[in-house]
């Protein structure tokens, strides 16, 4: 092991502290900030509610209980009867529909998702427009939407209708590692589907991350209720209608709006996964509502990405990869670099790089549709996570860091931030940020990179720039989800790739076939063939113990599972004589039972 590897082993075992940050006691919206604005009741959903909530007693106030979670109370006030009769029906038109979906052969299900890849290469522009996007002219925010989300999540499907088959076929195990003590038992592992699966959806990327997680879990035999972000309703709904157009059964998908309480009200009413992409604030809420009724989730939060330049790393590459994370989705993209370590030898070409390349990108926020300009910008970046940006970057200033491009003034337009910093200035090193901000550090080994990325609680990318072998060993030294080598961002699309984070930035996995696997749960069958009337073909495990049978076992474990052939080999007379022992025990018994009968029949 090179002193590397045993310091990066040392740094993994070593216990890490808790989070200093308290958790919010409600659930905060997905993008990073508390969102309270409600969405509009999708049309799919306006009907009678066929089983209402009832009101919670009175020593609760201002709660309701649902059917499905009598036992705990939830959170509604009176003002969300709306959006709880809107989640009631969701969930009761899933329950209704889904059983006859999952027991369907599935490529018939498949063949629905194949109807939508051809919707979506006719009509993927028209997708592409409803991406909410704000900042730009229409050509550009779709053209964006086409590159980053559409052509992605067709991709999706193509994968999904070539693969999903043979990856949720039953696997039956041969007899090869069966255990001799099993002989004439077959085993059968099988993936079914949960049931009702809910996707909470971020304010970013609003078609492709809920778009993807939708299809896998129809794909499985899933039924799917879907909480857009803010501004994602209307592709959710197209992509909700489209799905029935290409023969989706009703009330298989629902659209539920975009209030967060929608979020909560699934799982009170009843859901049997939840897959969230959010903040690790929002995680931690949520996975305290589910802990309640042990309902499983895959949770992709919050990300504050590394990105390490070795010293032979092409500063124009790394300094073209950092400006297209800093203009992509505004910096507002889950595995952007936030922190970059440099080998001391590019440092200075890359600062000088980056400076020049960000120089003109400008965020537009959603409050100021004024400044919209004919000059490279960024996506829609929320006025509080800029605010909260400049912030950090102001304390990392007073701590010796200095601004390498941007302005803190809050009347000044939003432009990324880069700031150089040495690793002992942690403001910005250790902080989730939906911001385009990205801190330069110098390192001077690949050695004290790895250290200083994987101190972070945060796990859920990284990327490595530099010679490919050099690189490819470095990866398996970050503690990620996610590596990229010499590139950035764009291969996690592909959609054989299992995407997923680790401690603070969540657990499970969504896209390529782990994903698809973790839509399903397991169910193993095993099956004894059946056999003759003989008594010894009776199962002799349900026999009551005996004392020959100590020494069998004994000598069977050092027979099979012995430290090597001679070790086996020296064991077989002992085995032998157990069995020798054990078969003689048996005949006596064999022998005294018919006597026995004899001399019960003879008395009178």
Known sequence: MSAMERQVAEAREAPREAPDRP???????????????????????????????????????GTFHAPARAAVPGTFRSSDRSVSEVVAAAVD??????????????????????????VLAARGGELAGLSGRTDRPGWESRTEALSAEVIPLTAACAFLVRRAASILAPRRAGRRGRPAWLSGVDLEVRREPFGAVLVVAPSNYPIFLPGVQILHALAAGNGVLVKPGPRGAPAARWLARELTAAGLPEGLLSVLPEDVQAARGAVLAGVDKVVLTGSAETGAAVLTDLASWLVPATLELSGCDALVALEDADPRSVVDALAFSLRLQGGATCIAPRRAYLHRAVFAAVETGLAAAVATVQTTLPAQPESLARRPVTAPVTAPAMARARQLASAALAAGARLVSGELDPQAPPRPLVVAASPTVSTLLAVD???????????????QAVALANACPFALGASVFGGTAAARRLAG??????????????????????????????????????????????????????????????????????????????????????????????????????????????LRQAGAEPRRRSCKETQP
């Not at 066929?50 to 919670?56: E, G, V």
């Not at 889904?98 to 490529?107: D, F, S, T, V």
């Not at 940020?433 to 050695?447: G, I, K, N, Q, R």
């Open 93 to 118: 038109a899933l329950r209704r529909a889904q059983p006859a979906w999952g027991a369907m052969p599935i490529q018939r299900r498949l063949r629905v998702l194949a109807r939508l890849r051809g």
């Open 477 to 586: 030294l970050l503690d990620a989800g996610v590596v990229t080598v010499n590139d950035l961002i764009v291969p996690t699309a592909d959609p054989r790739l299992p995407f997923g984070g680790r401690r603070r930035s969540g657990f499970g996995v969504t896209r390529g076939a782990e994903g698809l696997l973790e839509m399903t749960t397991v169910k193993a069958v095993t099956v004894r063939r059946a056999g003759g009337a003989s008594r010894y073909r009776r199962l002799r495990h349900f026999e009551t113990p005996v004392r020959e049978d100590e020494a069998l076992f004994c000598a069977y474990l050092a027979v099979a599972h012995g430290d090597g052939f001679l070790s086996r080999l020296t064991a077989v007379p002992s085995l032998v004589r157990a069995l020798a022992a054990r078969l003689k025990r048996e």
């Open 433 to 447: 940020l939906f911001a385009p901000l990205v801190t330069l550090v110098s390192v001077d080994s690949a050695e």
């Open 23 to 61: 958790l919010p006691d409600r659930v905060p919206g997905t993008s990073g900030t508390s969102q309270e604005v409600p969405g509009p009741v999708p049309e799919s959903l306006e009907t009678p509610v066929r089983q209402a909530i009832p009101d919670a007693p009175d020593t609760v106030p």
